[in-house]
């Protein structure tokens, strides 16, 4: 076994890894970036060393800087978790060049796999299924809109070099065909440094069934499957294992499958073969179709290991450590179920749009699995993907282990920053899931249910009021007197709207509140504020903002009257960027003729793509940005005409 290992990552993976290093006595070398410096999984590792600026490229992307943090700390292997450079094969070289050790697969099989035309002409040679399309070379875009038309609408178009749902876009009609061969050659672009594209059929009531797989280089075996298929725009959101509906001849043939890829690449490690497998009448042997195989760990491997009991970064460890495979194919179980939900910052109602901010307080839940890199006071950064955690459960059923999914995200407990906690605990209460009726499409069907605003009570007003004047502390000065109860007047704002309450306290413990037409009884009672006789939610406060932790999180702000008059001086004709990012493109004019809806420039954050459309009609009187600008939140980018009266 190693003695020291450097882990070429950042955040929850990288503190995840350290977790099972330090476990089996191994020390663990973090690197961190400039806005790393105090991150978790620097405070994780036995030692640290800076790499370089904030942006990936500066840092976590420089393979050179974090090989020679490995030899200067006398680490012995690097483990390159998940994203960044760990399934770069030129890493991979650099590294074994250095005398190190990488944890994970040998660069030829990283790069046979990487290419995802090329690796579905090898899997097919291996007698794994692939789904119809075109996997060549000629990128002319008439060739390949032939091509889509020759396989059939719909079809995907896919970045051979790409994951993670970046470079993929659905064309169901011919005429948008080339639009959207352009919008994703460029996310591929970006994303991968290869705009190279390939065509694919689309599965009609797809579902993403994937297979962990291990070897040790000459054999492998599988760890049974996962279902991935509840996903929006292709990125996964809740996962699941075993599949439900799983069969055992379905089983036993997508397990053969995936064990047949991993050995016709010698693969060596952690890898997901992940396979598309038409939902449409049940699942069936002959149903599935191999898409890509991924040639690191997963994000969602942990409920691989709540089903089998296997630690799979401790097998990464030993196995390249060269120690023998830990269990043969007939020696690991399944037992039981398990899911994991991945939790963001990131602004449902506004389309997913990734947050940022500072976490005043986080809380996770004791009866689950929380596997995080951010604590309390840490910042989301615009630079890296804004996870908090991923939360994981199990239990001896299916039903079992998603009501404890349930309980587990009502009792987290996030503020400071908005997240997707209350669209998560939507999809757990989705009768078609619950059930086990899950598809790709199931998020983009009912997405209008699943992520409608939370409303306040007025109780839940009345405590953020309570809160917002410090009347929740034992022992508060109310200005309570013997004649008449002291009143109180603070102003709220919720989601743009302000409201105003009013407060009369009868003593520390007891208090009314007024909103509108409403009046709430609060008092506490053996330490426990209740309110209108039902106990209330937890609260936090951070200088203005009040967090109740009820409904998901509602987050509340308070607000000076004199700022009241001047909060809403916006006049609706400014184009805004709505998070940190970079100007892709900018497609306005000045004097520019605009519709509603009409594409004026893209920003591009966290790696993916943003349009900004034209909320109404009108005539471009100033464009305030340019083509490769980096803009923070709430820039002004385009300034429309003002209406005529």
């Given at each position: 076994m190693f003695d020291k290992i450097l882990i070429a990552n950042r955040g929850e993976i990288a503190c995840r890894v350290a977790r099972s290093a330090r476990d089996l006595g191994v020390k663990v070398v973090a690197v961190y970036s400039d806005a790393d410096a105090s991150a978790a999984h620097v405070a994780a590792a036995d030692e640290a060393v800076h790499i370089g600026g904030s942006a990936p490229a500066e840092s976590y992307l420089k393979g050179d800087r974090i090989i020679e943090a490995a030899l200067k700390t006398g680490a012995q292997a690097i483990h390159p978790g998940y994203g960044f450079l760990s399934e770069n094969p030129d890493f991979v070289d650099a590294v074994e060049a250095a005398g190190l050790t990488f944890i994970g697969p040998s660069a030829d099989a990283i790069r046979k796999m990487g290419l995802k035309d090329a690796a579905k002409v090898l899997m097919e040679a291996a007698g794994v299924p692939v789904v119809p399309g075109y996997h060549g070379s000629n990128q002319d875009p008439e060739h390949l809109s032939g091509a889509a038309d020759t396989i059939g609408y719909p079809v995907l178009i896919k970045a051979v070099a790409g994951g993670g749902g970046k470079g993929m876009r659905l064309v169901e009609d011919p005429k948008e065909f080339a639009e959207a061969l352009k919008s994703a050659q460029s996310e591929a672009q970006t994303s991968f440094g290869n705009p190279d594209v390939l065509i694919e059929k689309c599965i009609q009531k797809p579902r993403h069934i994937e297979v962990q797989v291990f070897g040790d280089g000459q054999t492998a075996v599988h760890l049974y499957e996962r279902d991935c298929s509840l996903?929006?725009?292709?990125?996964?959101?809740?996962?699941?294992?075993?599949?439900?509906?799983?069969?055992?001849?379905?089983?036993?043939?997508?397990?053969?499958?995936?064990?047949?890829?991993?050995?016709?690449?010698?693969?060596?490690?952690?890898?997901?073969?992940?396979?598309?497998?038409?939902?449409?009448?049940?699942?069936?042997?002959?149903?599935?179709?191999?898409?890509?195989?991924?040639?690191?760990?997963?994000?969602?491997?942990?409920?691989?290991?709540?089903?089998?009991?296997?630690?799979?970064?401790?097998?990464?460890?030993?196995?390249?450590?060269?120690?023998?495979?830990?269990?043969?194919?007939?020696?690991?179980?399944?037992?039981?179920?398990?899911?994991?939900?991945?939790?963001?910052?990131?602004?449902?109602?506004?389309?997913?749009?990734?947050?940022?901010?500072?976490?005043?307080?986080?809380?996770?839940?004791?009866?689950?699995?929380?596997?995080?890199?951010?604590?309390?006071?840490?910042?989301?950064?615009?630079?890296?993907?804004?996870?908090?955690?991923?939360?994981?459960?199990?239990?001896?059923?299916?039903?079992?282990?998603?009501?404890?999914?349930?309980?587990?995200?009502?009792?987290?407990?996030?503020?400071?920053?908005?997240?997707?906690?209350?669209?998560?605990?939507?999809?757990c209460a989705h009768?078609?899931?619950?059930?086990?009726?899950?598809?790709?499409?199931?998020?983009?069907?009912?997405?209008?249910?699943?992520?409608?605003?939370?409303?306040?009570?007025?109780?839940?007003?009345?405590?953020?009021?309570?809160?917002?004047?410090?009347?929740?502390?034992?022992?508060?000065?109310?200005?309570?007197?013997?004649?008449?109860?002291?009143?109180?007047?603070?102003?709220?704002?919720?989601?743009?709207?302000?409201?105003?309450?009013?407060?009369?306290?009868?003593?520390?413990?007891?208090?009314?509140?007024?909103?509108?037409?409403?009046?709430?009884?609060?008092?506490?009672?053996?330490?426990?504020?209740?309110?209108?006789?039902?106990?209330?939610?937890?609260?936090?406060?951070?200088?203005?903002?009040?967090?109740?932790?009820?409904?998901?999180?509602?987050?509340?702000?308070?607000?000076?009257?004199?700022?009241?008059?001047?909060?809403?001086?916006?006049d609706g004709n400014l184009i805004e960027a709505p998070m940190p990012g970079l100007v892709k493109a900018v497609f306005a004019e000045a004097g520019q003729q605009v519709q509603a809806g009409d594409r004026l420039a893209i920003l591009e954050a966290m790696k993916m793509e943003h349009a900004l459309l034209a909320a109404r009609d009108g005539i471009v009187a100033e464009v305030l940005t340019e083509t490769g600008a980096q803009v923070e939140a709430g820039a002004a980018l385009i300034r429309l005409e003002a209406e005529e009266e």
């Open positions: 996903q929006r725009r292709h990125q996964k959101v809740i996962e699941e294992a075993p599949a439900p509906g799983m069969t055992a001849e379905m089983r036993a043939a997508m397990g053969q499958a995936a064990v047949r890829a991993a050995q016709a690449i010698q693969y060596k490690g952690a890898g997901t073969i992940e396979f598309i497998v038409d939902g449409s009448h049940g699942l069936r042997p002959d149903g599935f179709w191999f898409m890509e195989m991924n040639t690191r760990l997963q994000v969602e491997h942990p409920v691989t290991e709540a089903v089998t009991g296997i630690d799979l970064v401790e097998w990464q460890l030993r196995v390249a450590a060269g120690e023998a495979m830990p269990l043969t194919q007939d020696e690991i179980p399944l037992t039981g179920h398990s899911f994991e939900a991945r939790l963001y910052a990131e602004d449902v109602p506004k389309g997913f749009l990734p947050a940022t901010g500072t976490l005043a307080h986080l809380s996770f839940p004791a009866g689950a699995r929380s596997d995080s890199g951010v604590r309390a006071g840490d910042a989301i950064s615009p630079f890296y993907d804004p996870m908090i955690a991923k939360i994981i459960t199990s239990g001896p059923t299916r039903a079992v282990a998603l009501s404890r999914m349930k309980s587990a995200l009502a009792d987290c407990q996030v503020a400071g920053t908005v997240t997707n906690l209350r669209f998560l605990s939507a999809l009768p078609g899931f619950a059930a086990g009726q899950v598809d790709t499409g199931l998020i983009g069907r009912d997405l209008d249910d699943l992520v409608q605003q939370a409303v306040p009570t007025p109780q839940h007003l009345a405590l953020a009021a309570l809160a917002a004047l410090g009347l929740l502390d034992n022992g508060a000065d109310t200005g309570f007197t013997l004649w008449d109860p002291m009143v109180h007047h603070v102003a709220l704002e919720f989601d743009g709207a302000v409201c105003d309450a009013d407060i009369r306290s009868f003593g520390p413990d007891r208090h009314s509140v007024t909103i509108d037409d409403a009046t709430v009884d609060a008092s506490s009672i053996a330490g426990r504020w209740m309110l209108d006789g039902v106990p209330a939610p937890d609260v936090a406060v951070n200088g203005n903002l009040i967090t109740v932790f009820a409904e998901a999180g509602l987050g509340f702000t308070r607000i000076d009257p004199l700022d009241v008059a001047t909060s809403a001086t916006g």
